[in-house]
Nanobody, 113 residues
Framework: QVQLVESGGGLVQPGGSLRLSCAAA????????MSWYRQASGKQREFVAR???????VYANSVKGRFTISNNYAKNTVYLQMNSLKPEDTAVYYC???????WGQGIQVTVSS
């Protein structure tokens, strides 16, 4: 089973920025769809953003205009640039590659003053 390794999370003040990265731990694997989800404490996991075949992107309304998803197929890596962060963006963020369906371990993002 291919593992996904996430990085870039942490604590940031409201209005700040963070960049998350998620990389497949081995080569020879190429997902067609790379996505980010998040789960706030006490809430269900929700969709954040998706990139399909490196071109088509989809965003949740709550992050549209503030977050940007991108990827590097050669490095099997997907990124999430998060700008103008709000306290309600606080959550554990998970990357997802498909196919096959693989989840990252999750990384904490906390937006607080």
């Amino acid at each position: 089973q291919v593992q996904l390794v996430e990085s870039g999370g942490g604590l940031v003040q409201p209005g700040g920025s963070l960049r998350l990265s998620c990389a497949a731990a081995e080569s020879g694997f190429s997902a067609k769809i790379m996505s980010w989800y998040r789960q706030a404490s006490g809430k269900q996991r929700e969709f954040v953003a998706r990139v399909v075949l490196g071109s088509d992107t989809v965003y949740a309304n709550s992050v549209k205009g503030r977050f940007t998803i991108s990827n590097n197929y050669a490095k099997n890596t997907v990124y999430l640039q998060m700008n103008s962060l709000k306290p309600e963006d606080t959550a554990v963020y998970y990357c997802n590659f498909f196919p096959p369906q693989i989840w990252g371990q999750g990384i904490q993002v906390t937006v607080s003053s």
